[in-house]
């Protein structure tokens, strides 16, 4: 869905976190992307890859709905810190009905715990639909807010992670702490 942002005004930030280099980027709705990765221009890349057709703009994340000031990207720095402690912030979702129901599935799994891709397909309905359950974690725009890094395989193992097992385990590691 490389064309799901058209027409729409998409600012975005990068800053460095545990993890490497994060981009947050947000419409007017609300948060729409976070990628890591290693260079600025391999996030600035990827993002234009992702939201063809929208206007991009490089500046400070607006502010979330709560008050605190924090700008979506300090959020979302926050939340890869402290998972527990992340000051929520709006988001733009935009996927198909069978992603948006894994996402949102994938929103309710607590900090520190994980699910298999096969119990993600059987808490949204679709049994048999392990494998499309992994491809729905891989299109997550939205890098831990919704938090893909929490579905492992069926044998306990990591599985893949988008963004790299390293940073998955890091992730997993870091909510068994808290």
Request: net charge positive; hydrophobic share 40%; with cysteine.
């Amino acid at each position: 869905m490389p064309d799901r942002f058209r027409g729409d005004k998409v600012t975005y930030e990068i800053s460095d976190c545990i993890l490497g280099k994060v981009l947050v980027a947000q419409t007017s709705t609300g948060l729409c992307t976070v990628l890591f990765g290693d260079s600025e221009q391999e996030l600035v890349d990827e993002l234009r890859s992702r939201s063809a057709g929208a206007e991009l703009q490089a500046g400070q994340t607006g502010s979330g709905p709560t008050g605190s000031g924090q700008t979506a990207t300090a959020s979302v720095v926050q939340l890869i810190r402290k998972p527990n402690e992340a000051v929520r912030v709006p988001l733009d979702i935009r996927g198909t009905e069978f992603q948006q129901k894994v996402w949102q599935q994938l929103r309710v799994i607590p900090c520190g715990s994980t699910m298999g891709y096969s119990q993600v397909a059987v808490a949204i309905g679709h049994p048999t639909a392990a494998r499309a359950v992994a491809g729905a974690c891989a299109a997550n725009p939205i890098a831990v807010v919704i938090p893909c890094h929490r579905v492992i395989a069926a044998d306990g193992g990591l599985g893949g992670y988008r963004w790299g097992i390293k940073r998955k385990l890091r992730l997993l590691q870091s909510e068994q702490s808290v």
